[in-house]
């Protein structure tokens, strides 16, 4: 079974940075496409960005492009979110998902990944 922990949420100002992990466990890590998704109070989860399994293709929503780089390390299973230049419209909790295909629009809907984590809360001020 796979099992996924963030970690790296916190308080910041607007304009700071911050780094989200996803430590995953399972032999299905390696090969799975991993994304994050974020869900703000009151607001459905909505996609952030996705790796694919050798890092090779990543995608990211518009609202997060040019601030957030996505990365993964399969050798000890963690795939990473740099959050650049936060505004107080990043503030939620953030999740990472796994599912086993990159492409499609499938690619940006909750209801295609299998494998959750409990998600860390990202908090920026104005």
């Known amino acids: 079974q796979v099992q996924r922990v963030e970690s790296g949420g916190g308080l910041v100002q607007a304009g700071g940075s911050l780094r989200l992990s996803c430590a995953a466990s399972?032999?299905?890590?390696?090969?799975?496409?991993i994304s994050w998704f974020r869900q703000a109070p009151g607001k459905e989860r909505e996609f952030v960005a996705a790796?694919?399994?050798?890092?090779?293709?990543?995608d990211y929503a518009d609202s997060v492009k040019g601030r957030f780089t996505i990365s993964r390390n399969n050798a000890n299973s963690t795939v990473y979110l740099q959050m650049n230049s936060l505004k107080p419209e990043d503030t939620a909790v953030y999740y990472c998902?796994?599912?086993?295909?990159?492409?499609?629009?499938?690619?940006?809907?909750?209801?295609?990944?299998?494998?959750w984590g409990q998600g860390t809360q990202v908090t920026v001020s104005s």
């Open positions: 399972g032999r299905t890590f390696g090969g799975y496409v």
């Open positions: 998902a796994g599912r086993p295909s990159w492409g499609g629009s499938s690619l940006y809907h909750t209801g295609s990944y299998a494998y």
């Open positions: 790796i694919n399994w050798s890092g090779g293709s990543t």
